[in-house]
Structure formats: structure tokens, C-alpha cells
């Protein structure tokens, strides 16, 4: 049978008999028309509910994942400000419709009907999903959170502090703001989330800032798996850093005292808390589930006889805020109100074309003030001794560190974070001298987690910082990469671009390593990048490239808003020779702070016929390497390094290869997934050159003797080319 109209006729029965469920009297600082007000948002949440699942059974909406039996959380809204960034819980309908109150101008009821139905109106998405958000309000959307959006959270609380030493320009959080992040029960065993307890724990154990409310709404079940009783309060009753409230989600004055006593808490104390709140869960997980499937049919009974807004219409009647016959006229009221608003709702556009759908994939440019770059005088400053140093070829690693530093001077939302970025300099003292040149608070050493570092650089973007977040090794990526795909590139497309997280991931990767390693810390899988829609990634494979290419990397996430990942090849930081010991080739001079590549821009060294060898990071060098023997031979080469793997610069590289007889595409990457498979299927499509390519092999990367056995090498590269030539 339908819950939700079991729900219904049980409201107005018993409200009309007076049969309300038990509880405590009213107390706390709640005045009526505050509690009239938390009543009226619960009603709308409610109304909007069972719309939802009337407009999926007549197919004019698309989700039904709802907030009923968590309605108490409008009573948490009217307890913060909506000045407070609000990361919400799929459930918390009623906290946006309360916070929609405190923000003149709000349509709430029909912007969140136009969701249901996939509007192309829709004022959040755009059509793109249901999700709860608004820019007006405050609430970046998030779409089925499960955990995900607690490293950001606590990103954006640690922002707040830092905007206090280094106010960017772009900054939207005000200095005594305080951020709010809810999830489930069941969201609270993820590691994702426990990530983000023991950073917050971590970081406000060390006495650093970090204005963070996390409020975990305990219905007990997470979808069909009950949560152990007493799971939560011991859980997190005692965690170091982590100050516990608890309070009755049923009971609207209860939890608006509790509410109000956390949020002033995190607010003057400026360190995280943790309010649990208890719920029930109405009608199953979502449209589609039927509890009584896997649940006692008495159980779930007795869970709608402890309905909230029961619990609310006595607690009104008996403070005297409003007579409960009131109490059912506006729930009344509330639901013909909807089923209106609904019959418009459904009548609006909708996305039709995949160009419709991805327009907001991209964020829209954002204005910067312009920057001449550092003085003189500053640069000097900064670098001291290494002034006269730039006259002289450099490796790559070094380089890497200049360019840092120039594009930190001309930025001041620059903020790098990372474990060992700080102090001591990186694992390859790429980021050596920062911290003495830019302070600790823009060089940040982090706890060991993968997550909670992009999930710091996801949460300062938000507040207008421009992060360069590093992960050691690209192995390790592979622990925190749904923070890249699931959080930080999906929320300009769920945002319909009015929210964005740009960024400039650093990461050192590829293989090579001769002395150190293995699969860890050699990894030559690009894969799961490279099919993240709208993200960068630039790979380079000089020194001076690598500057050029990284101011341009800035440049994107700073106007751009783009989620950028750099992608360093360890094996090149410190090359010196290229044809014999000591011969220096590969080292470049530090190129002027103005000079860049564009995205897009390819390299070409050469212009011969025969052959154009088109390749990306280890892969040039080794191509440099192979030149010799393969002009020796008589082959006329070009060789292309296209330095930027996504998206692939596709015209730039049909063009550099005209003219050419034979392609050979050298990819250090896998043979199944890699580089290769695009650049084949390009040049197929638009090339009438001859194409081979060589790839490493399916396979990790060894330590010891082996370590580049399973990759290209310059003796493969010239037997092949002089195959495809003779």
C-alpha cells in the first residue's frame, strides 16, 4: 500500500481527534511565531513529498528520495544564519524551505516542484538532477551525498580562518560564519566521512580554527540495514576535537534550543561540534522502496504513529503558538497550495539536447583583477640566491619550484596543501623554500589522507581561494579520486555554473623511477582522469614546459574556474642528460614569468615528412632519445609532444601531423585504456598517415632492474619507427 497516503490520512485523523503521540512539554527559546514558522516549512516538505511521488506515478517527475520524518531540521535552519554555507543531506528539504524564510524573494515551493519535474527552469540544476540548493540561500547542491561532501565541508570551515590572514578577492564566507554540513546515520560509517571527523578532530585538537557544525540525522537505517542501537552516541560521544550535542528531532523546541547552542559554540569557539540528531524515516529509503518488504508491518507502523508533525501540532497547541485545528488548516492549505504550484511546474521545458545538458560543464569565466606580477624588488626577495641561478639550465624540479613561487607572488589566493608540502619541501623538494617564503598558512602541511586534502583544496575553492593541492604519487590518487569526478567537476554541472571548485592539482606520477618504487610510486594509469568531464590534464616534459604550462594551468582555475590537474613525471624532475653522461641536454633556463602555453598548444620539434612521433611526457624525452639512431637511418622526423591529454587538443594535433607519411604514437601509458586508444582512433578519422603505436604492456610497474620493462624505450621507439619507414 502507498505509505505516504497511509502517512496523510493518519495526520488528519488524528490531528482532528486530538490523538497526538506523547513527548515532552514545549521549553526552550523558541517564540510562536518562530515555531509557526518551523511548522509551516515542515508542512511544505511534506506537501512536496507526496507530490513527488504523485508526479513520478503520472511521469511528469524523476525522483523521489524524500525528507519526511526529518522535518525537525527546519527547526535547525531558523538556529543559523543564512549567511552559514550549508552543505546539505538529501533529506533536508525542510532545512532549505526554513532557510528560504530568512531570504526575502524566495519561491521555494515552485522552485523545488520545477526540480521534480527536470525543468530546464529549474533555478539550481537547470533540469539536470533533483537536488536541493541555491545560490541565494547559501546551499551548494549536492546530489545522492554519501558522505562525499564532508572533506569539502571541512574545507570550507578551515577557509574561513584562512580568509581572515588572506582575504581573496573572490571570498563569499563572512568572517564569523560558520559552516553547516548534514548526512544519514548509515553516511556516517563511510570512510570518506570518518576521513573528515578525525581531520576536523585533527585539526581543532592543534587549536587551529575551524568553524564546522556537522549534524548527523539518525533514523537508524540506511535503507535496508538497521544502525546498531547506540551506534552514533558512543560513536562519536567522546571523539577528541569533536564536541557532542544531541537532541530530539521530533520535538521542534528541543531541537531548536540544541541547535542554537551548537551553532553559537562553534561560532565564538571557532571549533567543530557534532549535533545528533534523532529521526524516523517515513515511507522507505525512496519512491520505489516498500519497507514493509524488510521491516515488520508493526514497525513501520509504529514509526508513523511517531510522526513529527504530530509531535509538532501538540507541542504548538500547548505552547499556545497555534490551536491545533490552525495546525491542520495550514497543512491543509500546504498541500492544495502544491498541487497548483505542481500543475505549472510540469508544464515547463525541459533539457532536450546533449548541448543543453552540457552546457554548464564548463564554469563561466570569472572576472579577476589584472596582476603586472611580482616587482623586481619582491622577486628579489623571494629568491634570494637563486636569482643568479636562472642564467643557468635547470631540471625540471626546479623550475617547477620557480614558477611556484612567481605565480604565489603575483597570487595571493594561491594556497597550496599537501602531506610534506610544507616544511619539508615535498617528497622531491619540488615545493622546497615555500614555507619560509610564503608563511605556513599558505603552505600547508596536512594529515596523511588523500581525501581530506582535496577535500581542504574542494572547500577553500568555494571561498575564493585558488588551491594547488598536491597528492605524492598518482597510486595514491586512486584513494580520494571520487572527490575530483563525484565532487569537485560535478558541481558546476549540478549548479547550473553558479558554483564552481577550481583548482590546480598537482601530482607526481608516470613511471621510469630507476632506484625506487614499484606499482606505488610509479604509476602510469591516467584513465580515471582522463574520463572526468571538463577536467584539465596537463602533462609536461621539460622544465621550461612545465613553467609555461603551469602559469597557464593558474590562469585557467583562477578566471576560468577549472578543475586542473598537473601531472609531473617523476622521472623527469631531475634530468640533466639526454645522448651521454653529463651532456646537460635536457636541462632548460627558466623561462620569464610572462611566458606560457596555451591549453591546447602543442609542441613540435622538427619538420620532416617521413615520421611524426606523437608522444607526452617520458615518452618525448625517450622519442629525443631514439632522434639519432632514427635520422641516421634517413628517416625525416617530427616529434610532437602534445602536453595536454584532456581534452585532447585534437585540431592542434591533425595539424601538426600534417604532411606526414607514418604516425607512430609512443604512450607510456597502459595499452588497454590509454593515451593511445584517442590519438588512434583521431588520427584514423582525420589522417591519411600510416599509424602504429607502442604503449607500456597491461601490466604494474616492477622495482629493481625491470623497472621500465613493461614501458616504451628508446630502442623500441627506433625499431618501430624504422619499421613503419623502410
Not at 590572514?165 to 563569499?172: N, Y
Not at 604532411?659 to 593515451?675: M, P, Q, Y
Request: hydrophobic share 40%; charged share 20%.
Amino acid at each position: 500500500m502507498d505509505r505516504a497516503n497511509i502517512v496523510h490520512e493518519n495526520f488528519l485523523t488524528r490531528v482532528a481527534a486530538r490523538d497526538f503521540p506523547a513527548g515532552a512539554p514545549p521549553s526552550g527559546p523558541l517564540s510562536n511565531p518562530e515555531a509557526v514558522a518551523i511548522f509551516r516549512a515542515a508542512c511544505l516538505s511534506r506537501a512536496l513529498d507526496r507530490q513527488s511521488r504523485q508526479m513520478q506515478r503520472a511521469g511528469q517527475g524523476f525522483y523521489t528520495i524524500g525528507s519526511s520524518g526529518h522535518e525537525g531540521l527546519a527547526a535547525v535552519a531558523r538556529a543559523l544564519r543564512p549567511t552559514d554555507m550549508a552543505f546539505l543531506h538529501y533529506r533536508d528539504a525542510a532545512f532549505q524551505i526554513a532557510r528560504a524564510d530568512q531570504v526575502p524573494g524566495q519561491t521555494i515551493a515552485y522552485d523545488m516542484l520545477l526540480s521534480f519535474a527536470a525543468s530546464a527552469e529549474d533555478p539550481i540544476s537547470g533540469g539536470r538532477h533533483k537536488v536541493l540548493g541555491s545560490k541565494a540561500l547559501n546551499i551548494p547542491p549536492q546530489t545522492s551525498t554519501i558522505a562525499s561532501h564532508l572533506p569539502k565541508a571541512v574545507g570550507a570551515a578551515y577557509s574561513i580562518g584562512a580568509a581572515r590572514r588572506h582575504r581573496p578577492e573572490h571570498a563569499e564566507l563572512p568572517d564569523d560564519a560558520i559552516v553547516y554540513c548534514s548526512f544519514g546515520d548509515a553516511s556516517a560509517n563511510h570512510s570518506t566521512a570518518q576521513g573528515a571527523f578525525n581531520t576536523a578532530g585533527w585539526t581543532s585538537y592543534q587549536a587551529i580554527p575551524l568553524p564546522l557544525l556537522f549534524v548527523c540525522e539518525d533514523n537508524g537505517i540506511g535503507i535496508s540495514t538497521k544502525t546498531p542501537t547506540g551506534w552514533i552516541a558512543n560513536s562519536f560521544m567522546h571523539r577528541p576535537g569533536l564536541t557532542y550535542f544531541h537532541a530530539n528531532g521530533l520535538d521542534i523546541f528541543e531541537t531548536y534550543r540544541v541547535a542554537q547552542e551548537a551553532a553559537d559554540f562553534v561560532r565564538t569557539r571557532r571549533k567543530p561540534a557534532f549535533l545528533h540528531l534523532k529521526t524516523i524515516r517515513l515511507y522507505g529509503h525512496a519512491g520505489a522502496d516498500v519497507p514493509t518488504t524488510y521491516l515488520p508491518r508493526e514497525e513501520v507502523e509504529a514509526e508513523e504513529a511517531n510522526d513529527p508533525l504530530l509531535h509538532s501540532v501538540r507541542l504548538l497547541d500547548q505552547s499556545g503558538a497555534l490551536p491545533a485545528e490552525a495546525a491542520l488548516q495550514i497543512y491543509n492549505d500546504t498541500n492544495d497550495r502544491v498541487a497548483r504550484i505542481a500543475a505549472e511546474a510540469i508544464t515547463r521545458p525541459r533539457l532536450k539536447t546533449a548541448s543543453d545538458v552540457m552546457a554548464s560543464q564548463i564554469p563561466p569565466h570569472r572576472p579577476c583583477k589584472p596582476t603586472n606580477g611580482p616587482t623586481p624588488e619582491a622577486r628579489a626577495a623571494a629568491f634570494g640566491g637563486d636569482m643568479k641561478a636562472m642564467d643557468e639550465p635547470q631540471i625540471m624540479s626546479r623550475l617547477i619550484n620557480w614558477a611556484l613561487t612567481d605565480l604565489m607572488l603575483a597570487h595571493p589566493e594561491i594556497v597550496m596543501m599537501g602531506e610534506d608540502v610544507g616544511r619539508k619541501g615535498g617528497v622531491y623538494g619540488v615545493t622546497q623554500k615555500l614555507t619560509a617564503r610564503f608563511g605556513a598558512s599558505r603552505m600547508i602541511d596536512t594529515l596523511l589522507d588523500e581525501q581530506s586534502i582535496l577535500g581542504l583544496a574542494i572547500g577553500m575553492a568555494q571561498n575564493g581561494f585558488v588551491p594547488m593541492p598536491e597528492i605524492q604519487f598518482l597510486a595514491y590518487l586512486h584513494n580520494a579520486e571520487d572527490q575530483l569526478r563525484g565532487e569537485a567537476a560535478t558541481l558546476p554541472f549540478f549548479s547550473n555554473g553558479q558554483y564552481s571548485n577550481p583548482m590546480v592539482l598537482r601530482i607526481a606520477g608516470l613511471g621510469y623511477q630507476k632506484g625506487f618504487g614499484g606499482h606505488f610510486h610509479n604509476d602510469n594509469s591516467v584513465a580515471v582522469l582522463r574520463d572526468i568531464p571538463g577536467l584539465i590534464l596537463a602533462v609536461p616534459s621539460n622544465g621550461a614546459d612545465a613553467a609555461r604550462m603551469l602559469r597557464e594551468c593558474v590562469r585557467l582555475a583562477r578566471e576560468e574556474q577549472r578543475v586542473v590537474v598537473f601531472l609531473e613525471p617523476i622521472a623527469l624532475y631531475p634530468m640533466r642528460d639526454l645522448q651521454g653522461d653529463k651532456d646537460g641536454l635536457w636541462m632548460q633556463r627558466y623561462p620569464a614569468p610572462d611566458q606560457t602555453i596555451a591549453l591546447g598548444e602543442v609542441g613540435i620539434h622538427g619538420d620532416g615528412t617521413d615520421l611524426a612521433i606523437v608522444t607526452f611526457g617520458n615518452g618525448t624525452y625517450l622519442s629525443h632519445q631514439a632522434l639519432p639512431a632514427i635520422a641516421a637511418a634517413g628517416v625525416k622526423t617530427r616529434i610532437i609532444d602534445t602536453r595536454w591529454l584532456s581534452p585532447l587538443p585534437d585540431a592542434a594535433l591533425v595539424d601538426a601531423v600534417q604532411g606526414c607519411k607514418n604516425i607512430l604514437i609512443v604512450d607510456e601509458t597502459r595499452h588497454s585504456g590509454g593515451v593511445a586508444e584517442a590519438l588512434m582512433a583521431l588520427f584514423h578519422e582525420e589522417s591519411p598517415a600510416k599509424l602504429r603505436r607502442i604503449t607500456a604492456t597491461d601490466s604494474f610497474i616492477a622495482t629493481g632492474p625491470a623497472y621500465a620493462a613493461t614501458m616504451p624505450s628508446s630502442a623500441s621507439i627506433t625499431a618501430a619507427a624504422l619499421e613503419m619507414c623502410q
